[in-house]
């Protein structure tokens, strides 16, 4: 049998925010390289405090965290944050220049790349996301949908080998929302994608991570979860509209983009 390395390993960890509020109450949790990972739970199990200490963002007050060989503590933070890639929920927390070219950049910048280098992950990242056109604009001028994909190149340019998204699909219009379904299923990294919206995750993500109330409930496959309607509802999965997918083979992914009509000036590059 194939070999699986482990990419994030997760032990005991604990987090109180400063209020008093105890968030993760011991979590242990292992990611393999290539692992696509959806991580469920209510509002408040503890999902966003947890990916937010897999880049240094939180520091845990208890336990540990490796990521790629390396713990995450302050001496290896700049070399986790270019390893791990994470786009969070609201894309306006990402997008800061006075244009999407500045923004895409400024990982690469910060990593010292060369300038042709640079360059030239820029670019990729905005072909990748679509945004190519869009390159000269200041980020505010992009649509909702627009923006999420720029916050997703900001992070691409760096070409992290761990990719963390928190509801990335949450707001958009079907049309964005077909579009980053086929970015975050074509992603060549090691993902973990927090989302309420069964639908994506089911096209994304091959095991389900369930937190609960500040720890690792269960671990699952995707097949096993969708088939326990119970497990989504108590979840607060999303599942009463556009459920065929449950009923289809994982191999036939396409009722989305059938559905829906993608913009025919969006072409994914391929990977
Ligand atoms: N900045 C904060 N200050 C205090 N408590 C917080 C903060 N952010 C989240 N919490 C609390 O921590 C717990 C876990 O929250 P969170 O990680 O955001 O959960 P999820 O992402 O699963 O909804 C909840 O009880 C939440 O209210
Ligand atoms: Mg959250």
Redesign the pocket.
């Known amino acids: 049998m194939e070999k699986k390395t482990p990419i994030i390993t997760i032990r005991n960890l604990h987090y109180t925010?400063?209020?008093g509020?105890?968030?993760?109450r011991g979590v242990n949790l292992t990611v393999f390289e290539g692992e696509s990972i959806a991580l469920v739970?209510?509002?408040?199990?503890?999902?966003?405090?947890?990916i937010k200490h897999i880049n240094g963002l939180y520091r845990p007050e208890e336990g540990e965290i490796i990521v790629d060989g390396l713990p995450v503590v302050e001496e290896n933070l700049r070399e986790i944050r270019s390893r791990v890639g994470m786009v969070f929920q609201d894309p306006d927390s990402q997008l800061f220049c006075s244009t999407l070219y500045d923004d895409v950049a400024f990982g690469p910048i910060n990593l010292d790349m060369e300038p042709g280098l640079i360059e030239q992950r820029v670019h990729e990242a905005l072909e990748k996301m679509g945004l190519l056109e869009f390159m000269h604009r200041p980020p505010h001028d992009l649509s909702f949908g627009q923006r999420k994909r720029a916050a997703m190149a900001t992070v691409l340019s760096m070409r992290p080998k761990i990719m963390i998204f928190?509801e990335p699909t949450s707001n958009l219009d079907p049309k964005n929302e077909a579009i980053m379904t086929g970015l975050l299923r074509d992603l060549p990294t090691t993902m973990i994608l927090?989302s309420h919206d069964l639908p994506i995750l089911y096209q994304t993500c091959q095991k389900v991570v369930i937190?609960r109330e500040?720890k690792i409930d269960q671990i699952l496959s995707m097949q096993e979860f969708i088939s326990d309607v119970n497990l989504l509802r108590t979840n607060g999965l999303d599942f009463t509209f556009r459920c065929d997918c449950c009923h289809q083979d994982p191999k036939h992914h396409r009722y989305l983009t059938e559905e829906q009509e993608i913009s025919e000036s969006f072409e994914p590059s391929p990977p």
């Open positions: 925010y400063p209020d509020t105890v968030a993760l739970g209510k509002n408040g199990s503890g999902k966003s405090t947890l928190d927090v937190m500040g």
